[in-house]
């Protein structure tokens, strides 16, 4: 313990030193830099106004004078520009995403440039690993950036949403529909490691964070968003980077006076699709034919004349038919969005300034008796200031201060939980509240329905309307964060060599309150259908309450400390000759509340040295090597570093003498391969956090024993018992990746571009549970590095842009991922049937059995090969005996269908427009998937369940022999036999959707000029319009998760301005 | 200079970061808690016993013990399906067994192996206490392999640990013959015994721990099992070998085992009296309640009976099963009491079949088809109780002919339409008409419902303790009590069982027998065969002694999770057990359709039932594991 404290002061002591280290330099720098004046006299002094191709003013273009960067300036917010040059001279205007363009100056005292957008991708740079820019005809590495404005155009508070698509190599689906825990997934080149980790790492300026973080940023303040893919782009992230990483940049100030841009959207949305049930008299009916179906002798649940008068609608109250979705849920709901960002800056100092509001309702109905609203409503907050400091002329001091904070109310479970519950409610037993009657006139609360639980003591059922409005849920999540960034160049030493120390903090909580009361449960007692009168009786008159009461789980707060140390060194020697070379030092803890477990609860720690050397050769051959050295505090001494290297190798062929003629058709052609090993750590699973020593719980109550228990006292004597949760294994270590990427990168007529990768993967030392008899006793599972995998893939992406003179432009892009898995060392027992082995088949590769058809009657059943799960019998799925041992066992489970995790992830839209108007569209699509509809959530009455729509349209019935109906023989509960995972409930994943459609129409310059605005943008876009797919029963994508939140269809209308 | 000075400023920050850090990675504090601190010290170690106990399965449980629903014994309504009504639907399979524990215990034994392994290290306790729990933990590794034994035949013995890193090879065990499972059980008993404690001196806090009594009374029970037709020349399991052709259930029978397993029995018995053990009698407890009413005979009778089971910690009982107490008494109580209509916690659904129903003796104490006095054949035949009857059925009421003229345990075990049950708030037993009593025609308070009431038409008194109330809203003031799992009666019936296989019938044998028989309020074996049975010399041979005092036990422990066992080491299961469960139809609202026989379901019983599978992962996993036959 006293080492630890040591430790922790010595580490609060360096930080501190650190920052005040920072602090002083900053003070110091100010009285040391007078700003140098220039006041050599030019002759000429020229202006004029940039603008793009569209007419629009263009502020920040960069001009200076051909080889003398020294002569040079900037537009204003308006465009203008005024500049004293020598005579005859070359001016360049440049700019990031349009074409450079020269003018060569001859006593002109007014030159207006028109810039055209950069028709050649490659000359785009991209943002690559901490933050350095890279042009990307130099990039040897795989990287993709997705822009902003991409982002911006899905209508939802969600970042991740609109990530499906956009970019090859990224693989990214959406399970659920529920405002605050709709995050898509999404995978980096697939899913290669059987550990708990299998998603890329996020990084938002240097800082680690969360898909939720992620999902929080709005589109607006992203000033870069790249995605690393191979060995080389992450090797330098060392053990965290194996998954890949998604790269994020914020916004800078610009200087120049304030410019403020501003977005407001409104939406409404819906639900793609929404679960059909069965009406209540067919789900009495089919419930007695569950009942008889299986046992002739059993006693039918409702009465004839229940059913009779249930049809007739006698008595709502007496013989309730309820339709909970219509009860519970709206069929529609909006959201609200406003962003708002001011940036500017002068000679000394630069800002970003952020500020973003997103409002999004559920779908949730409130009783009005309540005063509480127990919908949905979560407002997202965040506030951004990013302040770059000019402390010398070669140092910068960049400051980032950032919080995000998401403010909840809801309903007390969430808001799939009551879709679920609402599957999940019978809905003739009771009604969802009775009326009240003259016996409760004086009663306060609503009088909720109810029914004896089967044990006879208590409430029984779920009453979902009662479970929705009897309170709600108030959660309050934030993020603030501090980062700190100073860079000094030392060009001055030698060219091209600079240092930057980095460090942020961030502490991340999360609390959450309910307030409910519980509410009063009534049964309906007696009917007297001659009086249409009846008597109810209260379910729980000691435990109900007619107030609030109070519960709150364990807050979860967490906090970050991370310090990273950078030198670069990056020079073109005798214009040939490119070096870069770059080392960085990185420490990086984390630590949270509410875990639960003592070694669970001490610090998450990294620590490691990388490093890159890169050189080319007149733009033509390029070489590269990175190299991560890391450690990990979750192995034992003598397994805890580890080294990584890559290397890479570039050729522009384009860049060849020989390729010349060639250039006005094939503009730039480009050859890149790279391999690299990179190190993971996050194996096992997070519980799992020092392999090296045994995780033991001394105090379990599930071991604990009692004895006593005498005379006429009560009193028994018990304790709790000890458990095994891990056992200790000091030579388990780094699971590794071999990488390899192969690249080809072609321009053709300046228009369009392609980059096609090919990549495969190697992991080896996946730790896995080894197979061991149980007859060993183990409480834990006993582990190794024993396992491996690979993976293979390929990204393509395609990018059109044609800009013609009549000022019509287009667009188009399209991408194409594949990604796909393979065991190649899985230990597993030696089966006697080959085709049970994991090895050569997908991570994601489900087994099953293969459901052959229904069991025509039961001599067909005798005659068919005995069937292991319980009962079954006419009408229940017959598997096939794939061994042909007489038997369906385990041995019979063969690999069914296509991996979950989709292997073809794709995209296509174009973007087009013509003066002030433009219009885009996006479609999105997956492609080898598997899901399954779940045979035991789904089993009508078993839990409650309602009936499916499509079941009670087609199942087996003793009347309607149907061997090849959806739904099997009816049963009161799950029927073992038919829950196996089968082929019979496996469905096609594969979809395409319109994903997005915009039309934006921007205000003529006249008036936007009168408005003080550089442009002024109205639009209108939906997201999930169509969608193309087999499957019916609910949105496709929500695969087996379909009785959750539904996935939504948005319509949203938006403004959006920017004013000088 | 200065811009110099400030980059190696700078620069030797950075390196200070480096070399600071190295023990950056080290945050593991001191006392983290591993295995070694289970034993560091008595309180600690104490608790690491109690884990060894902790998997004593939960005996009588509706949901842990395959007794309680997984045979003929109690069966129940569709809705109540569980694992152990499909065990008993045949439904038994190797891929998910129904019931399967070879994980648990397997565990359990490792968990005890450790314990022993360990115990030797725990600083601050007596000798004379390590060697109690030693005692202790060597009698749970014996009772864990025996567990096995009951379920799955010959087993893999754990005599110890393999190491964790053991390779595929070592771990990869095979069975051991049966002789040599038992021979290890009965040395592990046997090493045990004598640092056990005869009673414990604090058993408020110690009663369920493992004593001399209950060493001594188990190791009669496994050797009783060692020598029945389940283990002892089993021919049907002839086929059973090791790869290696090891057979692992020897072939001859063996008279010798009935010998040792007599020599256990007496004993055991020996050893319970001098712990002061005797058969329960009500009548005998010091200040018995209720004296006020002056109970008759009838409900004194039967109050000892029924209290022999649920009154807790009697004299009578050997061992009782602290790990589970009695969960099923609201799942067995019918509904009676007409002033609390909205009270549903009696569930009435425990249901035990007509065959139990019709195993009971008349009152003669001799079965119904062999008393010469009773009409087993109108049996069915509907009859009105009269005043003589009143104490067992309500006067007035009518019901079948089979519940007249029944033995006292038919009364205290059983519940059924008409019958009076005594108890539950109502204990003056001068006016009968004022006890409870059961009605179970459709309509009534008990009737079969789709989500309660019995199957059969019959209920389980015996569980219930008479004291137990029912009360207002859903409340129900319950007699806890833990299962018990080794009786007196057990004991000696035991040993009625042991000698008439090694010597025959004889003097001793019956007074065993009668020792049982007189707590239940019935005549000496000789004296009912004789003046009663139509075949009076039954009792004199030793097949008809064989077949009086299997009967006798399964009568005498009803419901108490035996028979179900009892049938398999009998091998009796594979004619008891394929014949269907029957009972009154319950779907009826007058007498003469209620007491129509209606088959339930149509139990099928093969050799392979004999034993559970050993799951088929196990046998993937382990290819020098042979699955048990017929699987």
Redesign the interface.
């Given at each position: 313990m006293k080492r630890i404290r040591k430790l922790k002061n010595l580490w609060r002591l360096s930080a501190t030193f650190i920052l005040f280290f920072i602090y002083a330099l900053a003070v110091s720098a100010q009285h040391i830099e007078p700003s140098e004046v220039q006041d050599t006299k030019l002759p000429i002094q020229v202006t004029g106004l940039v603008t793009d191709n569209s007419g629009s003013t263009l502020p920040g273009v960069t001009i200076y004078v051909k080889n003398n960067k020294a002569i040079g300036t900037r537009t204003d917010e308006n465009g203008r520009y005024i500049l004293e040059v020598p005579n005859n001279v070359i001016l360049v205007f440049s700019m990031l995403s349009f074409e450079s363009q020269e003018v060569q100056i001859k006593e002109e005292k007014v030159i207006n440039v028109m810039l055209r957008p950069a028709a050649n991708q490659l000359e785009e740079t991209v943002v690559t690993a901490f933050a350095t820019r890279q042009k990307k005809s130099d990039m040897v590495g795989s990287v993709t950036s997705i822009s902003a404005e991409e982002l911006a155009k899905t209508p939802s508070s969600n970042l991740t949403t609109s990530l499906a698509g956009r970019a090859a190599g990224l693989i990214a689906f959406q399970r659920s529909g529920e405002p605050g825990e709709d995050n898509a997934n999404f995978f980096i080149r697939g899913v290669t490691t059987f550990g708990y980790k299998t998603d890329p790492l996020i990084l938002i300026d240097g800082v680690e964070l969360t898909a939720t973080d992620l999902a929080r940023i709005r589109p607006d303040d992203i000033a870069s968003f790249s995605i690393l893919k191979d060995a080389t782009a992450t090797a330098v992230y060392g053990a965290r980077g194996a998954n890949g990483v998604i790269l994020v940049t914020t916004k800078e100030g610009a200087v120049g006076s304030a410019k403020l841009s501003f977005r407001i959207e409104n939406s409404i949305s819906a639900p793609t699709r929404n679960v059909e049930l069965a009406d209540p008299v067919t789900y009495m009916n089919m419930y007695n034919e569950a009942i008889l179906t299986r046992d002739p002798a059993g006693v039918p649940l409702y009465s004839e004349d229940k059913i009779a008068n249930t049809e007739a609608g006698t008595n709502p109250i007496a013989y309730p038919a309820n339709d909970w979705q219509k009860l519970l849920f709206k069929d529609y709901t909006t959201t609200k969005r406003i962003n708002l960002n001011v940036s500017g800056g002068g000679g000394v100092a630069r800002y970003f300034v952020s500020g973003s509001y997103a409002k999004d309702d559920g779908l949730l109905n409130v009783d009005h008796r309540n005063n509480f609203n127990n919908n949905i409503d979560l407002n997202s907050y965040t506030l951004r200031t990013n302040v770059n400091i000019n402390l010398t002329k070669t140092t910068e001091l960049n400051a980032r201060l950032s919080g995000n904070f998401d403010d909840y109310t809801g309903p007390l479970s969430s808001g799939a939980t009551m879709y679920d519950i609402v599957v999940h409610s019978n809905p003739v037993l009771f009604p969802p509240y009775f009326p009240a009657d003259p016996a409760h006139q004086f009663v306060n609360h609503i009088m909720f329905g109810n029914y004896v639980a089967s044990t006879g003591t208590g409430v029984g059922y779920h009453n979902p309307y009662a479970d929705m409005v009897r309170g709600y849920k108030n959660y309050s999540r934030s993020l603030m964060q501090a980062q700190i960034e100073l860079k000094q160049d030392f060009s001055f030493l030698t060219e091209g060599l600079s240092t930057r120390v980095m460090g942020y903090t961030y502490r991340q909580s999360y609390f959450d309150v309910n307030r409910s009361y519980t509410p009063f449960y009534y049964q309906l007692e007696n009917y007297d259908k001659h009086e249409d009168a009846y008597t109810i009786v209260n379910l729980n008159e000691d435990a109900g309450t007619e107030y609030l009461g109070y519960s709150q789980s364990r807050p979860d707060v967490s906090s970050s400390f991370y310090l990273e140390a950078m030198i670069d060194y990056n020079r073109t020697i005798k214009e040939k000759h490119g070096i870069s070379g770059m080392l960085i030092y990185q420490m990086r803890s984390n630590q949270s509340s509410a875990q639960g477990d003592l070694q669970q609860s001490l610090p998450f720690r990294n620590l490691g040295v990388s490093g890159r050397l890169t050189y080319n050769y007149d733009k033509r051959y390029y070489a590269e090597f990175a190299f991560g050295y890391n450690g990990s505090e979750r192995f034992a001494a003598n397994h805890r570093y580890g080294f990584f290297p890559s290397y890479g190798l570039a050729w522009t062929i384009s860049n060849e003498k020989f390729f010349e003629p060639l250039k006005p058709v094939v503009s730039n052609l480009r050859l890149r391969t790279t391999y690299g090993i990179i190190g993971n750590d996050a194996i096992g699973s997070p519980a799992d956090r020092f392999f090296y020593i045994s995780n033991v719980n001394m105090n379990d109550g599930d071991k604990s024993a009692t004895f006593g228990g005498t005379g006429t006292t009560e009193s028994t004597y018990s304790l709790n018992g000890v458990t095994v949760s891990r056992y200790a294994n000091r030579d388990i270590t780094w699971e590794t990746s071999k990488q390899k990427n192969i690249a080809l990168d072609i321009g053709l007529f300046d228009n369009l571009t392609i980059t096609a990768e090919f990549y495969s993967q190697y992991r080896d030392h996946i730790l896995m549970t080894r197979s061991i008899p149980m007859s060993m006793g183990l409480s834990a599972a006993s582990r190794a590095n024993v396992g491996e995998a690979s993976g293979k893939g390929t990204d393509i992406s395609l990018e059109y842009n044609k800009y013609f003179s009549n000022g019509f432009w287009l667009q188009g892009m399209g991408n194409f991922t594949y990604a796909s898995s393979k065991y190649r060392v899985f230990e597993e027992p030696h089966y006697d049937e080959p085709y049970r082995y994991h090895v050569g088949h997908s991570l994601s590769q489900t087994y099953g059995y293969i459901a052959e058809r229904l069991f025509v009657d039961e001599k067909d059943v005798e005659n068919s090969p005995l069937q292991n799960f319980g009962e079954y019998g006419a009408g229940d799925l017959k598997y096939l005996d794939v061994n042909r041992d007489g038997q369906i066992t385990e041995a019979d489970r063969v690999p069914i269908g296509n991996p979950i995790t989709p292997e073809i992830t794709y995209g296509f839209g174009f973007s087009a427009g013509y003066k002030n108007f433009d219009i885009s569209a996006f479609f999105q699509g997956l492609a080898n998937e598997s899901f399954w509809i779940d045979p035991e959530a789904t089993s009508p009455f078993a839990n409650n369940t309602q009936v499916l729509k499509v079941y009670a349209d087609d199942y087996w019935s003793e009347d309607h022999r149907n061997i090849n109906a959806l739904w099997p023989r009816l049963s009161p509960g799950v029927n073992n036999n038919n829950a196996q995972t089968n082929t019979w409930f496996m469905r096609d994943g594969s979809f395409l959707r319109l994903k997005q459609v915009e039309i934006g129409y921007s205000l003529p310059e006249r008036i936007q000029k009168k408005l003080h605005a550089s442009r002024i943008r109205i639009y209108v876009n939906a997201s999930n319009l169509i969608s193309f797919s087999k499957f019916k029963l609910w949105d496709v994508e929500m695969g087996g998760n379909g009785l959750g939140y539904p996935i939504q269809r948005v319509f949203n209308i938006g403004l959006n301005m920017d004013i000088h | 200079m200065?811009?110099?000075l400030?980059?190696i400023?700078?620069?030797s920050?950075?390196l200070?970061?480096?070399t600071?850090?190295k023990?950056?990675?080290?945050?593991?504090?001191?006392?983290?808690?591993?295995?070694d601190?289970?034993f560091a010290m008595r309180s600690?170690a104490?608790?690491?016993l109690?884990?060894c106990?902790?998997y004593?399965p939960k005996s009588g449980s509706i949901d842990d013990d395959p007794a309680m629903q997984g045979g003929d014994e109690i069966w129940r309504?569709?809705?109540r399906?569980n694992g152990f009504t499909?065990l008993a639907?045949g439904?038994q399979?190797?891929?998910?067994p129904i019931g399967d524990k070879?994980?648990t215990f397997?565990?359990?034994?490792?968990?005890c192996h450790i314990f022993l392994e360990n115990i030797e290290r725990v600083p601050d306790m007596l000798d004379t206490e390590k060697k109690q729990w030693i005692a202790e933990v060597k009698f749970l590794i014996a009772y864990y392999h025996f567990q096995l034994m009951k379920m799955y035949g010959p087993i893999?013995l754990?005599k110890e640990?393999?190491p964790?890193?053991?390779t595929p090879d070592q771990?990869?065990?095979s069975r051991d013959p049966v002789d040599v499972c038992f021979e290890y059980v009965v040395q592990n008993i046997d090493e045990a015994i004598p640092d056990l404690p005869l009673v414990h001196y604090n058993?408020?806090?110690?009663?369920?721990?493992i004593t001399q009594a209950v060493a001594y009374a188990f190791k009669a029970q496994v050797l009783v099992y060692a020598a029945s037709p389940l283990f002892n020349g089993n021919t049907d399991q002839a086929g059973l070998k090791n790869l290696d052709g090891t057979q692992l259930f020897d072939q001859t029978f063996n008279k010798a085992k009935w010998e040792l397993a007599v020599a256990a029995c007496k004993k055991a018995i020996a050893v319970c009296d001098s712990a002061g053990l005797k058969l329960y009698d009500y009548r005998d407890k010091n200040g018995a309640n209720y004296n006020q009413y002056h109970l008759g005979d009838t409900i004194l009778t039967q109050l000892s009976i029924r209290n022999s089971m649920s009154e807790?910690?009697n004299s009578g009982i050997i061992w009782a099963n602290?790990?589970s107490?009695s969960g099923v008494q609201?799942i067995a109580l019918p509904m009676m009491d007409a002033s609390r209509p909205?009270?549903?916690?009696?569930?009435g659904e425990l249901s035990p079949p007509l065959k139990i129903a019709e195993m009971f003796y008349t009152q003669h104490g001799v079965p119904v088809d062999e008393d010469k006095t009773w009409d087993y054949n109108g049996r069915n035949n509907l009859r009105t109780a009269e005043d003589d009857d009143a104490l067992y059925i309500h006067r007035g009421y009518t019901t079948a002919s089979l519940n007249f003229d029944r033995e006292p345990r038919f009364y205290a075990d059983l519940g059924f339409d008409g019958s009076i049950w005594h108890g539950q708030g109502r204990y003056d037993d001068s006016n009968p008409s004022d006890l409870f009593y059961v009605q179970a025609k459709f309509g009534q308070m008990s009737a079969?419902?789709?989500?309660?009431g019995s199957i059969t038409g019959y209920f389980i008194k015996k569980f219930i303790h008479f004291e137990n109330v029912v009360e207002a809203?859903?409340s129900y003031a319950i007699h806890?009590y833990?299962w018990p799992v080794m009786q007196l009666s057990d004991l000696y019936l035991l040993y009625a069982e042991a000698l008439n296989e090694s010597e025959g019938p004889g003097l001793e044998v019956y007074h065993y027998l009668n020792l049982v028989r007189q707590r239940a309020g019935l005549s000496s074996v000789e004296s009912a065969w004789e003046q009663y049975s139509i075949n009076p010399d039954k009792y004199k041979t030793q097949n008809g002694l064989r077949n009086i005092i299997h009967r006798e036990r399964l009568i005498e422990l009803a419901f108490e999770g035996q028979r179900f066992w009892d049938l398999r080491r009998w091998k009796e299961a594979a004619q008891t057990l394929n014949a269907p469960i029957q009972g009154w139809d319950?779907?009826q609202k007058n007498a003469e359709d209620y007491y129509r026989i209606?088959t339930?379901f149509n139990q099928t019983f093969g050799t392979k039932d004999y034993f559970w599978p050993i799951?088929?992962?196990?046998i993937?996993?382990?290819?020098n594991?042979v699955q048990n036959l017929g699987w």
């Open positions: - | 200065k811009k110099y400030k980059s400023i700078c620069l920050v950075v200070l970061m480096v600071s850090c023990k950056y990675l080290d945050i593991l504090p001191d006392n983290m808690a591993t295995l601190n289970a600690e104490k608790k690491y109690f884990t106990y902790s004593i309504i569709a809705y399906r499909d639907k439904l399979n190797k891929v998910t070879w994980n397997y565990k359990a034994l490792r968990d893999p754990i640990n393999l964790i890193g053991a771990v990869q065990v058993p408020v806090e110690e009663n369920g721990r807790k910690w602290t790990q107490f609201g909205e009270n549903h916690v009696p569930r079969l419902q789709f989500d309660r809203g859903s806890n833990p319950g779907q209606v339930i799951i088929d992962r196990e993937t996993a382990n290819k594991l």
